[in-house]
């Protein structure tokens, strides 16, 4: 958590996003967003350059979905302490472009059907943890930011795929 925390002030620009009220779209109306865990949505969709975070306050009740439906892109996501087993779900058309750490729980179903596209850019370096869960679509890497700084991430378990 310390390090999720770390990325997220190292950027001026970014806003820490936190997902509440339950089950939803990501890229729908702007209600399951807050700057503050548990707090009241409606403070925007994430941006590229901003953080995602789903915890203890994302989820009251077991059974409850997060989807993503087209193209959307975020510097971090942190699933850590989420609780009652929500799934992360994105279709086979959709992508999600993360440019940071993405950090996953055992505490939550990964249904990803489409291309997760991890772009780690510039000279931090970032982690990836899976918490042994599975995809089902694609997942590219990308670690070059175009002016030869070459990122890094650490593999934090198993990375696990159905797909290429």
């Given amino acids: 958590m310390f390090a999720l925390l770390l990325l997220i002030s190292n950027s001026s620009d970014a806003t820490a996003f936190y997902w509440v009220g339950n089950g939803g779209t990501w890229n729908g109306l702007s209600t399951h967003w807050s700057t503050v ?8 969709v994430p ?5 995602v975070i789903f915890d203890a306050n994302s989820f009251s009740v077991s059974g409850q979905t997060v989807n993503i439906i087209g193209d ?5 996501i942190s699933w850590q302490g989420v609780t009652n087993m929500p799934t992360f779900q994105c279709n086979i058309t959709s992508t999600l472009s993360v440019s940071g750490s993405l950090v996953f729980s055992p505490n939550m179903i990964l249904d990803f059907q489409g291309i997760l596209d991890l772009k780690f850019g510039g000279v931090l370096d970032f982690d990836l943890n899976t918490a ?3 995809f089902d679509g694609t997942i590219r890497f990308d670690a070059d930011d175009g002016a030869g700084a070459i990122s890094a991430w650490f593999l934090q378990n198993d990375l696990e795929t ?3």
């Fill in 132 to 134: 042994d869960l599975t």
């Fill in 72 to 76: 959307r892109s975020c510097k971090n």
């Fill in 37 to 44: 865990s548990g707090g009241a949505g409606g403070a925007g």
């Fill in 162 to 164: 159905t797909s290429n």
């Fill in 47 to 51: 941006s590229s350059a901003d953080s």
